[in-house]
């Protein structure tokens, strides 16, 4: 026998996970365990990539190994597939590496065939029961290995059902479900044409084929996406001999959780229903009635199954997730996993386990995963309330949290109504920098284009504000006010919510909830994360409130400061606008000089909210083109105030036009061309680091000053040399010793690539992953989102590379420039400041590659202390600079 990709459940273990799959690896577990499993075999996840090999079939070789493997089964439980006197059947379900709840299919009672279902009704005197299986049978083959949707049978049975004057399915007799059976195999037959496969063995080829091909469904691809699952890992197929939970009064079927998944409380929870089959439980056709109930059902079975449940606890030292069934007051368990938890319940779970001796600090750090965490950071809607509401339509969950208020639809209007005390959400087509006020003041985003990395999506993020984007369904009619969606006219002034989590979006008012992250677990892990991480965690921040909100949120310092966020507020853009439209260098410096006590006194006070923190201050990126007036009026204004024609001013606007603004004008270009712009933003960090200095001389404020968007080392020379004059200027007039450092963003792939040279010149690097992605791939992720998912779907792709890093090749630049740097310079300080700062996976790249710090949104902040815990407790560094 060649290669091995079939394993009885007696011949894996729980440590085979990669082969196997969660749910073989544990069934095999638990059956060493001796406990009550029903026997069966695994079909291997290398089975269902030689699947996709082989062009989407089962080769030879395969098929064999599970014909040797049904014969095994066959002898182990005394039943034969097809038998006439004691037939098998069995059910197959997925089971991947990675448990992905309700993603893929199962298909159960497999082996049913008109002359087989006889040889059941007569043998167990239980008809009823063995159409109850055969038509369950039936429907689910057709659905899952067919493809023909369930609504066709479902609809067969409310006729069914309505023709009887019946109500529940358990209502409809024998004879009822034989009838019914006979109809989904007409039905099947007009759907397919051809007949119902009635030989056991070709039955068990189908569905063994329709788990490989579920790998690849749409929930599938979209829930690997999301929850970081690489699309090589496969599934493997777990064939089991049935246990009937619907035989009777003496039978049911359960879920149960050994914790409570809502809260964490130690107390078994689940779900049971008499005389049913899993499915039922699960698809909500049926109530279940409380696990506890179960005790005066079967007394027995009940004892046996909270052992069950303790032992498997301790075994596994988590929560556990479990389906089991009661065969004729018998028990049987069919599966058990780590269960899925919400965040509040996942930490204090960890730390009972930890105080129960269970688990060690590290192992409670390694089983939150840090996603999850935002979850407790931002509002969520009441939950009662939410019961009741129906979503009109779902988008991309862009920005987590809960957001209820009155539609507005420009950001002057959010503002103004927010100053009145209303409670609004902006919807926007998409949204631009200018909005950035309104933004601030609304409760939630909704915007109709842009994807998880749009402008709204990164900027509401950083702001831990509630968005949803590119609900492409909304038609958007900005000039009356108003959008139409799923049928219906909304005005402002409507209610709205959004879900920031799942992307749903409500049209009505759903009460929020403030966040409450439970300071005691809360605060007893991230002590523990803190302790075993090795990479410093700074926050992106450009004012002082997201600044105290990060540092609240265990940030040690800011990674970015964006200085143009501040050029933005109204009383400061008519000062750069003149500076633009500014004809020689003393009128720029005039205008400058406006801006240059604005721009200190924001620094100042985030000095201030920062604590002896330091901060990464970046010099002005955007192009000019952003800061311009497009309305009539603020143009006619800006000529009056300098002294200008309106033409004049018009020709400067459209002078600024670029056709590819991102590879134009802007960063340390700005500073080559206009060097008092970089004069004048470097008075302002110095004076203000002195100032604060002297009102806390037991802080250490050493200046870092980043020139953004370098690709040459002598580019950086030139800005660096203006900048150097103008602070030792600053800091002799005052008669300071203070050190500061000067470095550079590394955005643009030559700045890796050239990294020994550039670092002759910079102090330290941040990586600019935003721009590095877009720059590496050729793509602008404002533009991107209109063909990924293309990309995901033809699996070209199988994640966002604005939202997780791409290590194969911006990562390789990384990992360049971090080794060339630091080839020149020894002591060189890295860092990350793009959006993958707080990615989980990203963070945990920086932790391999040697870097000193990861920065991102202040909201994400535990997020990425979290990873980096995990990452430092998987693979410690040897010398942690």
Not at 223 to 234: E, Q, V
Not at 452 to 480: L, P, Q
Not at 563 to 589: G, K, L, N, W
């Amino acid at each position: 026998m060649g290669y091995k990709y079939v394993y009885q459940f007696s011949e894996g273990n729980g440590s085979m996970r990669e082969l196997l799959g969660g749910k073989g690896a544990n069934l095999a577990e638990m059956t060493s365990l001796g406990m009550p499993v029903p026997q069966g075999f695994t079909v291997t996840t290398e089975a269902c990539n030689q699947y996709y090999n082989d062009g989407e079939v089962i080769n030879d070789e395969i098929q064999a190994q599970i014909m040797e493997y049904i014969v095994m089964l066959e002898e182990t439980t005394g039943k034969k597939f097809g038998d006439l006197e004691n037939p098998l059947l069995v059910s197959v379900r997925s089971g991947a590496r990675a448990s992905m709840p309700g993603m893929m299919d199962t298909i159960l009672n497999l082996g049913l065939n008109e002359d087989v279902v006889e040889v059941m009704a007569r043998k167990s005197g239980n008809p009823r029961w063995a159409y109850d299986c055969y038509r369950r049978f039936i429907q689910m083959y057709s659905d899952v290995v067919m493809e023909v949707g369930k609504k066709y049978f479902e609809e067969l049975i409310d006729k069914m059902k309505a023709d009887r004057g019946v109500t529940q399915d358990t209502e409809l007799t024998a004879d009822d479900l034989k009838e019914l059976a006979e109809q989904f195999k007409a039905e099947y037959k007009e759907k397919i044409g051809a007949d119902f496969p009635s030989d056991p063995k070709e039955q068990l080829m189908g569905a063994v084929k329709a788990v490989f091909r579920s790998w690849n469904n749409p929930r599938a691809i979209t829930y690997r996406r999301l929850n970081d699952i690489p699309g090589s890992w496969g599934t493997a197929v777990n064939v089991q001999s049935m246990a009937f939970g619907n035989m009777g009064d003496d039978c049911g079927t359960g879920v149960a959780f050994t914790r409570n998944p809502a809260t964490g409380e130690k107390e078994l929870m689940g779900e049971f229903l008499t005389n049913a089959q899993g499915e039922d439980v699960v698809a909500g056709v049926r109530t279940p009635m409380p696990i506890q109930e179960m005790a005066d059902k079967f007394p027995e079975a009940f004892a046996q199954f909270k052992d069950v449940c303790q032992r498997l606890e301790n075994h596994y030292h988590d929560m556990q997730d479990m389906e089991f069934t009661v065969e004729n007051g018998k028990l049987y368990m069919l599966q058990t996993r780590n269960g899925k938890r919400t965040a509040a319940a996942a930490i204090k779970i960890a730390c009972d386990l930890v105080d129960e001796g269970q688990i060690t600090e590290q192992q409670a750090v390694c089983m939150i995963d840090p996603k999850q965490l935002d979850a407790l950071l931002h509002p969520q809607f009441d939950a009662e309330a939410l019961k009741a509401a129906t979503p009109v339509a779902s988008a991309l969950a862009a920005s987590p949290g809960a957001a209820c208020g009155k539609i507005v639809f420009s950001a002057e209007d959010a503002k103004e109504w927010a100053a009145r005390g209303e409670k609004v959400v902006l919807v926007r087509l998409e949204t631009s920098p200018e909005d950035i006020e309104g933004m601030v003041a609304a409760q939630g985003i909704l915007t109709v284009r842009g994807g998880m990395t749009s402008h709204a999506a990164v900027v509401a993020r950083g702001m831990g504000t509630c968005c949803v984007s590119g609900c492409g369904a909304i038609k958007m009619d900005e000039e009356n006010k108003q959008f139409e969606l799923a049928g219906r006219t909304y005005h402002e002034g409507d209610w709205i919510s959004l879900d920031g989590t799942t992307g749903n979006i409500y049209g009505e008012a759903v009460p929020t909830v403030p966040a409450d992250p439970n300071s005691g677990y809360f605060a007893r892990i991230m002590a523990w994360a803190d302790k075993y991480r090795q990479l410093k965690v700074r926050t992106n921040a450009d004012n002082p409130r997201d600044t105290k909100q990060a540092v609240e949120y265990g940030a040690q310092g800011i990674g970015l400061c964006r200085t143009e966020h501040m050029f933005f507020e109204a009383d400061r853009i008519p000062a750069i606008r003149e500076m633009i439209c500014s004809d020689t260098v003393e009128q720029r410096e005039k205008a400058l000089a406006k801006l240059e006590p604005m721009q200190q006194g924001d620094f100042e006070a985030m000095y201030e909210a920062l604590q002896g923190y330091p901060m990464t201050v970046r010099f002005l990126d955007p192009p000019l083109h952003e800061f311009v007036p497009t309305e009539e009026a603020d143009i006619e204004l800006l000529a009056k105030d300098m002294g200008k024609s309106v033409s004049d001013i018009k020709a400067i606007i459209a002078g600024l036009h670029e056709f590819n603004p991102m590879m134009g004008h802007r960063g340390c270009r700005l500073a080559v061309t206009y060097p008092e712009i970089a004069a004048m933003q470097t008075r302002a960090v110095i004076k203000a680091a002195l100032n604060v200095q002297s009102r806390h001389p037991d802080w250490e404020i050493v200046p870092e000053i980043m020139i953004p968007l370098v690709g040459e080392v002598k580019e950086l020379a030139f800005v660096k040399k203006t900048v150097t004059e103008t602070a030792d200027a600053v800091l002799q007039a005052a008669g300071s010793d203070m050190k500061y450092h000067v470095g550079t963003m590394i955005e643009i792939p030559r700045a890796a690539l050239t990294a020994d040279e550039i670092a002759k010149e910079a102090e330290f690097f941040s990586f600019g992953t935003n721009d590095l992605t877009q720059m590496t791939f050729g793509f602008s992720r404002d533009d991107a989102g209109k063909f990924l998912d293309a990309y995901y779907n033809n699996k070209i792709y199988e994640s966002d590379p604005f939202a997780r890093l791409d290590q194969t090749g911006v990562g390789k630049l990384v990992k360049m420039a971090a080794e060339l740097g630091r080839q020149t310079r020894p002591d060189l300080k890295l860092g990350i400041c793009g959006e993958h700062g707080g990615d989980p996976s990203s963070v945990e790249f920086c932790h391999n590659v040697g870097l000193d710090y990861v920065s991102c949104s202040p909201y994400r902040v535990p997020i990425a202390r979290l990873a980096a815990a995990q990452a430092a407790i998987k693979a410690p560094r040897a010398m942690d600079k």
